[in-house]
């Protein structure tokens, strides 16, 4: 499974480097550091972010260009085509995918998914 597009410049760059950080249990830390910088980072700026949480470059490098990473992302992708994600975010509660992101309506949800 491929994308058929990168909606989202460098997304799957971006993708491998904070699968790659997972392996060395950084996942959150990577992806905390990821979402400051510029959507159109590019591969000094991926790197810069895993030295700055202290990962081990090589094996880092070495991760993400794998194919068990690849493999990752590439079934994450086959769940998500299979829920009919095609953008994040996407949310679902209990099951129900919402399609409004306003707080308002968010909540409203919520609030009837509890009284239930």
Known sequence: MALSEDMQPRSCEAAFATVAAEQQNRFWNYHDHLFETSLEQNDKTLTSIAKNIGLDIDKWNRDRNS??????????LAIAYKLGINATPTVFINGRRVNSFQESVLTFIIKNELKK
Do not use: L
């Open 67 to 76: 194919e068990e990473v690849k493999k990752i992302i590439a079934d994450d």
